[in-house]
C-alpha cells in the first residue's frame, strides 16, 4: 500500500499562500504598499468637530466698524497689478495690490490676469469676478478705474517687479519713487513686503478688497451654486494636492507610489531632484511633503469622521494615487462629475478654480491637505462667514510621528492630539492681516 507524504504538500501550501499574501499586501495597488499604516481603526464618541475651541478669528472691529480716512483730493497716479498663477494667488496679489495703491495714495487700474499655459489659462479679471460690484464695494477706501485717461491710455506703464524682493520689502522708499516720476506703473506684488508699517487705512482697503469686494461673476456664480446644490448634504469639501508637478517641486520621494505615478513625477520633475538619505529624512520632518490619498484617507479616519462621509474633492487635473482615498471614503464627488461635459470642457483654470473655491467657502466643513494659497483664502473667508469647522491636516506631525516608528493605536492617539490641539487654538483658520483672535 503506497504512503502519501502529506509534510511536504504542507510545505508548498505554505510557500505559495505566503507568495500570495506576499503579492496582495505589496502590489502598488495595495494600500499597505502605499502607506505603512493599518486602516483598521477603533470607533472614538467624537468627531474632530465636537472638540471644543478656546480661539476663533473673526474680522477686526477696526475694519468693519472704523471710520475711513478721507482719500485726499489728488492722486500720485495710476497703479496696475500684474496678477500670476492660479486664481487665488493671483486673488492674493490683488489685494496686496489694492493696499499698496491706497499706501501711495494711487488709483488702481483694473488688474491684468497674466495668461498661463501652465495653468491652462486665458480667462481675465472681468471673466472671472464681478467688476462693478468691486467697484463699488470699494468706494471710499480707493479710487479704481476701469479705462485709462486718454493722454496715458496709449503708453505701457513702466514696470516695477517686487516679487523677488528679498527681506522686508518696503513701497514707500522703493516704488512711490518710480510712481510719482512714470505717473502709470505697473507692479507686481512682493511675497515679504511690510504689512507692518501700512498705516490703517491702507490696510483696511486691504481687508475691503479682499474679503466683501470680489464676487463671481453673475454667470460663474449661477454655475458654481447649480454645482452646489448638486452635492450631496451635509457634506466636506477636501482640498486634495497631490499631482506630479506638485509632488515634483516639493523634492520628496514616494517610492511606494504606483509605477504610472512615479514616472509622472519624473517627467514633471526636470532639474529638481527630490532630496535622498539624511536630507530627504530632514524635509519630511519639516512638513515639505504632500499627503497622499492613501495617507489623507488615514488621517480623516483618526479624526472620525465617517467613511460614509459626503465629500466634495476639490482638486486641480491630474490628481494621482485617488484610490487610496476613494477606496476608503466611498461617496466622492467631483466637479467633472456633476458638471454635464460640454460646460466643463469650455472652463480654464480660473474658472474651474472658482468653482472649487465658492463650494469650499460654503460647505458644511472644510479639510485641506496643503496651506496654499485656496486654503488661506477659503478659511479667511469661512471665518468672515462664521463657519468655523475648518482644519489643515499636519504634514509635519505626521512625518515626525512616523519616523518616530509609530503605528496603529499610538500612533492614531498622537495624531488625534496634534489635530485637536490646533482647532482648540483655531492654528492656520485666518490670515492675521484682516482677523482678529477671539477668546471663547
Excluded at 279 to 285: E, G, M
Excluded at 365 to 380: C, E, L, Q
Aim: glycine residues 6%; hydrophobic residues 40%; proline residues 5%.
Amino acid at each position: 500500500m503506497a504512503v502519501l507524504s502529506v509534510k511536504p504538500m504542507f510545505s508548498v501550501v505554505v510557500v505559495t499562500l505566503s507568495l500570495i499574501l506576499a503579492v496582495l499586501l505589496f502590489s502598488p495597488s495595495s494600500p499597505f504598499y502605499q502607506s505603512p499604516l493599518s486602516l483598521t481603526l477603533p470607533a472614538r464618541k467624537l468627531d474632530i468637530w465636537s472638540v471644543g475651541r478656546m480661539v476663533e478669528w473673526r474680522p477686526c472691529k477696526w475694519w468693519l466698524q472704523g471710520h475711513l480716512t478721507a482719500l485726499p483730493s489728488k492722486s500720485n497716479g495710476f497703479i496696475r497689478v500684474d496678477c500670476y498663477g492660479g486664481l487665488n494667488q493671483m486673488r492674493r496679489d490683488l489685494c496686496d495690490g489694492v493696499g499698496i495703491a491706497r499706501l501711495l495714495n494711487a488709483t488702481l487700474v483694473l488688474p491684468k490676469f497674466e495668461v498661463a499655459a501652465y495653468w491652462n489659462e486665458s480667462s481675465g479679471f472681468a471673466d472671472v469676478f464681478d467688476v462693478d460690484y468691486f467697484i463699488k464695494r470699494v468706494n471710499g477706501f480707493i479710487r479704481v478705474v476701469k479705462d485709462l485717461p486718454s493722454e496715458i491710455a496709449s503708453k505701457e506703464p513702466f514696470h516695477v517687479d517686487c516679487s523677488k524682493r528679498k527681506g522686508q520689502f518696503d513701497y514707500i522708499e522703493s516704488v512711490l519713487p518710480f510712481l510719482l516720476e512714470h505717473h502709470y506703473i505697473s507692479i507686481t506684488p512682493a511675497m515679504s513686503q511690510r504689512r507692518d508699517r501700512y498705516p490703517q487705512y491702507a490696510k483696511a482697503a486691504l481687508c475691503q478688497a479682499c474679503y466683501s469686494a470680489l464676487r463671481l461673476t453673475k454667470s460663474l456664480e449661477k454655475k458654481a451654486s447649480e454645482l452646489l446644490d448638486a452635492i450631496p448634504k451635509p457634506f466636506l469639501s477636501l482640498h486634495l494636492r497631490f499631482e506630479p508637478d506638485m509632488v515634483a517641486y516639493s523634492q520628496c520621494e514616494y517610492p511606494y507610489l504606483s509605477p504610472p505615478s512615479i514616472q509622472a513625477i519624473k517627467a514633471a520633475q526636470g532639474d529638481r531632484k527630490p532630496w535622498t538619505g539624511e536630507l530627504a529624512q530632514i524635509w519630511r520632518k519639516r512638513g515639505k511633503c504632500p499627503l497622499t490619498p492613501n495617507e489623507t484617507a488615514f488621517i480623516l479616519q483618526v479624526l472620525s469622521i465617517p467613511t460614509n462621509t459626503n465629500i466634495y474633492l476639490a482638486a486641480g487635473d491630474g490628481l494621482m494615487e485617488i484610490e487610496g482615498l476613494t477606496s476608503i471614503y466611498t461617496s466622492v464627488v467631483t466637479k467633472s462629475s456633476l458638471i454635464s461635459g460640454e460646460d466643463f470642457k469650455s472652463m480654464h483654470g480660473n474658472t474651474k478654480a472658482a468653482l472649487d473655491y465658492y463650494v469650499s467657502i460654503n460647505s458644511d466643513s472644510y479639510v485641506a491637505t496643503y496651506f496654499g494659497n485656496m486654503d488661506k483664502m477659503v478659511a479667511a473667508m469661512r471665518a468672515y462667514n462664521g463657519l468655523y469647522k475648518t482644519l489643515f491636516l499636519s504634514r509635519r506631525a505626521f512625518a515626525e510621528l512616523t519616523s518616530q516608528g509609530l503605528r496603529g493605536k499610538e500612533l492614531m492617539h498622537a495624531l488625534w492630539k496634534a489635530h485637536k490641539d490646533d482647532f482648540v487654538m483655531g492654528k492656520g483658520s485666518a490670515l492675521p492681516d484682516c482677523f482678529c483672535e477671539f477668546k471663547l
